[in-house]
């Protein structure tokens, strides 16, 4: 099992930036991908951006392409989500998560089953 606690959120104007951090504590780190998802009032959790253990391979959702990236640094044990040109529509509680490795399509990181461990999420609020 792999601990996670994320850092970073806030309220910030629209057009803004903010860079979320995820660390991690527990198993090796390097050997999970990590995801970050993310809920808006009265909407399902859903996938923002992904990253592989070596940190090579991302993966995106449409919204947030180009404007949001994802890193990680294993000796760190943390993984990051740098968000620019925010807009009111990224307001959501974000969420890291931490799962295995175990299939190569992107499909797969996409899915929240995939991630056993979550972080307890940091709100990110963008005013217009």
């Known amino acids: 099992q792999v601990q996670l606690v994320e850092s970073g959120g806030g309220l910030v104007q629209a057009g803004g930036s903010l860079r979320l951090s995820c660390a991690a504590s527990g198993r090796t780190f390097s050997s999970y991908a990590m995801g970050w998802f993310r809920q808006a009032p009265g909407k399902e959790r859903e996938f923002v951006a992904a990253i592989r253990w070596s940190g090579g391979i991302t993966y995106y959702a449409d919204p947030v392409k180009g404007r949001f990236t994802i890193s990680r640094d294993n000796a760190k044990n943390t993984a990051y989500l740098q968000m620019n040109s925010l807009k009111p529509e990224d307001t959501a509680v974000y969420y890291c998560?931490?799962?295995?490795?175990?299939?190569?399509?992107?499909?797969?990181?996409?899915?929240?089953?995939?991630?056993?461990?979550w972080g307890q999420g940091t709100q990110v609020t963008v005013s217009s």
């Open positions: 998560a931490a799962g295995l490795e175990r299939y190569s399509s992107r499909s797969y990181y996409e899915e929240e089953r995939r991630y056993p461990d």
